[in-house]
């Protein structure tokens, strides 16, 4: 960041008789920021993550075993410490009232004694009751529960914000692990049902994380929707995602054209558990294989990897992943051992481990990023001195007359190309307009089977079903094999199918397609090549000055839109879930006998009344927040650049003030 020192310092020289715009205007450049890069990282529970991020960030014992992934969607975020030299956590809890309304649905499980109880939601809220509240917690009512010191304990906790901050690393693991872990051997005081994302910060460590977040991803949401829609939403934010273990189909969709995923890297860990002996069986391994190294273990080792790459790279031909990054060089394949890279005694070199890679390439995406923010600091930089050099004295004296006719040309080209840019928008409206009712269709056609398919598969008991509509038509079973059901999700699929292979073109998340929103942005431009008048130094400066404000203001709206089209593909299934909204809380009240019957067919009637016009209503809702996007880039370039051109014409008018016969030299030194 030196260039940024270096520029500041000469602005700053020259700044003393400078009005408050153009105060303001420098000030902005201390404002340059690009939101982190964020890496998520799937992994259950024991597949070797933790190890895993110690090893990367050289940190042995800062992310404990079972800490990453132990509760399920408690969103844990790693990133740089770039204040002090601290261990800082900064834990995102539940308010009162939310903690209230999950705690009254808790104790409602509880209290269920019916038949048709959900075992999977009474064994959760009873580790969750427990686990905050202690032993027996859950056998009491939930007014004898708000008389004990412990409720009120609680309470209060929930009432601030909670932040911890060691220089110990020891005493830093031990105080956040209440909120990230849970015992099953000890009850109480473990506070992670209560918590929704933990943020912890790394001192030393910037030149790996300055503009990087890892995220764990665990491998499904939870039942309460706050927790679920935070998962949901950390998911679409990562840029990159490391897998340590198989990762399901329900993230593959989330991360796809909804997302903003650009690569892949899939992470073998454990690498150096082996059998040397039962692996040279195993692979049939010649001795001219074994006498090249004296350690038969790193032999057996690296040929084991060697084939595990290859076997992977196989496998991800035919998965959904292909599906997501651009090209083969954006799924990479590792094979860690982070444990030999702490012990040498191992044997392995520490390229060997990989562990090295790793590290490499978060140094090179830290470096991209410093590269693209240095690239923005440096453009704005350029405004300000183009806007600075415009009160210069200027030996053309035509300047001023000509300033009022070039910001008008100016003002003239801006709308020209507003229009032609609400053009190519309209263009990427229709296809999208095309694929929507393709969509609507096809959806129609198909949706009462998908409903059935789904609602009266044999895996699917009266419990399970009816949880799915208490949690408004998305659940995730529980036990060894969590699966996802996810009704809304069922029914948006052909919408999303149809629309997808054009969505990822017109919303890529990097590259050009031709057909993209952000290459109609990068077309825009009201610098035109034929603008006479550009023979003054002064004249010229505004020119420079424009269209740097001009790059700024597409940079920033290319980065924007990327969000935006989230909500654009993500409003499909939000749509459908309002839509039925109501059919799944009358369906959540049934009960009793025949109540399995009479949810099912509430569904499938419900679907069968509501396609039509719910689908269509799912289409136009993607529509409408496609033209606002429109709108909102339109705006943001006319008084963007509006605002631009009017500072630019100010600072000309200090140049008649200059041109006094006192202020400037005698025209024979001019």
Not at 353 to 360: C, M, Q, S, Y
Request: hydrophobic share 35%.
């Amino acid at each position: 960041m030196e260039i940024m020192k270096k520029v500041k310092n000469t602005i700053n020289r020259v700044t003393d008789n400078f009005d408050e715009d153009m105060i303001s205007k420098i000030n902005q450049m201390e404002k340059v920021s690009r939101k982190k890069a964020t890496i998520g990282i799937f992994g259950k529970s024991g597949e070797g993550k933790s190890s895993l991020l110690n090893a990367v960030l050289g940190k042995k014992d800062l992310v404990a075993t079972g800490c990453f992934g132990a509760c399920t969607a408690v969103v844990t975020q790693l990133e740089a410490n770039l204040e002090d030299s601290n261990y800082i956590a900064e834990i995102e809890l539940f308010s009162k009232e939310e903690w209230e309304k999950e705690l009254k649905d808790l104790f409602s499980v509880l209290s269920d004694e019916s038949e048709d109880k959900n075992d999977d939601l009474f064994d959760i809220a009873v580790e969750k009751i427990t686990a905050l509240y202690g032993d027996d917690a859950d056998e009491k009512t939930l007014e004898e529960l708000k008389k004990e010191d412990k409720f009120a304990e609680i309470e209060t906790l929930l009432s601030i914000s909670k932040r911890i901050s060691k220089s110990d690393v020891f005493e830093f693991t031990n105080e956040v692990a209440s909120f990230t872990q849970h015992s099953e051997s000890s009850s109480g005081d473990w506070y992670w049902p209560i918590v929704k994302c933990v943020t912890i910060k790394i001192p030393d460590c910037h030149k790996l994380l300055e503009h990087i977040a890892f995220v764990d991803i665990p491998g499904t949401g939870d039942c309460n929707k706050i927790r679920d829609d935070k998962w949901k939403s950390k998911l679409r934010e990562c840029s990159f995602v490391w897998i340590v273990s198989d990762i399901n189909r329900h993230c593959t969709k989330e991360l796809g054209p909804g997302g903003e995923c650009k690569r892949i890297n899939f992470i073998c860990t454990k690498t150096d558990e082996i059998n040397p002996a039962a692996y040279v069986r195993s692979a049939r391994l010649t001795a001219d294989q074994l006498t090249r190294d004296k350690d038969r273990g790193k032999v057996c080792i690296l040929h084991r990897n060697e084939h595990a790459k290859m076997r992977i790279k196989e496998k991800f031909e035919n998965s959904d992943i292909k599906k997501i990054v651009s090209t083969d060089s954006d799924f990479l394949v590792f094979t860690v051992s982070s444990k030999a890279f702490f012990e040498p005694t191992l044997n392995l070199e520490p390229s060997e481990t990989e562990i090295p890679k790793l590290r490499d390439d978060l140094r090179n995406l830290n470096k991209n990023i410093t590269r693209e923010l240095t690239g923005d600091y440096v453009n704005e930089a350029k405004g300000v001195l183009s806007l600075i050099q415009i009160v210069q004295p200027d030996t053309n004296k035509e300047t001023v007359k000509m300033t009022d006719k070039v910001c008008m040309e100016m003002e003239e080209s801006l709308m020209k190309e507003l229009n032609e840019l609400d053009i190519r928008f309209d263009t990427i409206y229709s296809v999208l307009d095309q694929c929507l009712s393709r969509g609507v269709k096809k959806s129609v056609k198909s949706c009462d089977a998908s409903t059935i398919a789904m609602i009266k598969h044999n895996e699917v008991c009266y419990q399970t079903l009816r949880a799915l509509c208490k949690y408004g038509g998305c659940f995730f079973t529980q036990g060894s094999k969590k699966k996802l059901l996810d009704l809304n999700k069922a029914l948006a699929e052909n919408l999303h199918e149809c629309l997808e292979e054009d969505f990822k073109h017109i919303f890529p998340v990097n590259g050009q397609t031709g057909k993209s929103v952000q290459e109609q942005i990068d077309k825009f431009s009201i610098i035109q090549t034929d603008f006479a008048y550009f023979r003054s130094s002064t004249l010229n400066h505004i020119q420079k000055y424009i269209k740097t404000e001009e790059t700024k203001l597409k940079a920033s709206l290319n980065r924007e839109v990327i969000d935006k089209k989230k909500d654009i593909y993500l409003s499909i299934q939000t749509t459908i879930e309002n839509e039925m909204a109501s059919c799944y809380e009358q369906a959540a009240e049934m009960s009793g006998a025949g109540a399995m019957k009479k949810l099912q067919d509430l569904l499938i009637n419900t679907v069968e009344k509501k396609k039509q016009d719910m689908f269509n209503k799912a289409k136009n809702e993607a529509l409408k927040r496609f033209n606002d996007l429109k709108l909102y880039i339109k705006d943001a370039l006319e008084s963007g650049l509006k605002k631009s051109i009017k500072l630019a014409l100010s600072q000309t008018s200090k140049i008649t003030l200059m041109e006094s016969p006192g202020d400037l030299p005698p025209s024979s030194d001019r």
